[in-house]
């Protein structure tokens, strides 16, 4: 397994970690003979993620989370329910995919709930920078699918607007086979009685003077 592997939880051995490292994944691992591969970035504890793994059986699922704590339940859980379709990785989300995917990699990416940052001075924490976006351009398969949702209606029409407005994606309809697959964020937003919000963007071929520069 890649990574500097830490023992000092049975269930680190079930997480590649990749914090600190550069190198690039192999596409045998991350393919693995699977119909299709989905990342889901900021996995948390990974309800999203087993149901999503549990729907697509024949599909190879990636889950990416930076805090370990929230990783190890999630191997508990996969190992409890015998979920065989599931990665994990402990790692930032701009390493993953900025450094450590292969182009043409994926078949969807879910970023579900992201932290807003609303204050002024936090907001280059945000993930949807037009680098970021770049990168999850790269990493998708022609015509892949970005999934996003927020309960943070201003991130989320920011979203919205600067994604289609790149150039590189393309406003698409919802999967309904997803509808009822919720993240534990947004459980948890639910029960405060707020309203999530999803996204879905179809990756859209470079145009033409892009290329090659």
């Known amino acids: ?17 990749l914090t600190g490292t550069y190198q690039l994944l192999p596409e045998v691992e991350i393919l693995r003979e699977a119909s299709a591969v989905e990342l889901d970035l900021g ?13 697509f059986p024949e599909r190879r699922i990636l889950a990416a989370d930076v805090m370990v704590g929230r990783l190890r339940k999630l191997a508990r859980r996969r190992r409890r329910e015998g979920v065989e379709n599931l990665t994990l990785y402990r790692t930032e989300a701009r390493h993953l995919v900025g450094l450590a995917l ?12 992201p932290d807003p940052w609303p204050k002024g001075r936090h907001r280059g924490h945000r993930l949807l920078t037009s680098d970021f976006t770049a990168q999850l351009h790269r990493v998708l398969k022609p015509d892949g699918v970005f999934h996003f949702s927020s309960d943070d209606d201003a ?3 920011a979203v919205a607007r600067v994604l289609p407005a ?12 997803l509808a009822d697959l919720k993240s534990d964020f947004e459980r ?8 999530v919000r999803h996204l879905y963007c179809r990756r ?9 520069h």
């Open 1 to 17: 397994m890649n990574g500097t592997m830490m023992d000092r939880h049975p269930e680190d051995r079930e997480i590649v970690f």
């Open 43 to 55: 996995c948390g504890a990974g309800s999203f993620t087993v149901a999503l793994a549990r729907r």
């Open 102 to 113: 292969p182009d043409g990699s994926l078949d969807r990416i879910h970023l579900l709930c």
């Open 155 to 157: 991130y989320y029409d």
């Open 166 to 177: 790149s150039g590189l994606f393309a406003v698409c309809a919802a999967d309904p086979l």
């Open 188 to 195: 948890r937003w639910n029960e405060q009685g707020k309203t």
């Open 204 to 212: 859209l071929p470079l145009p033409p003077h892009t290329i090659g």
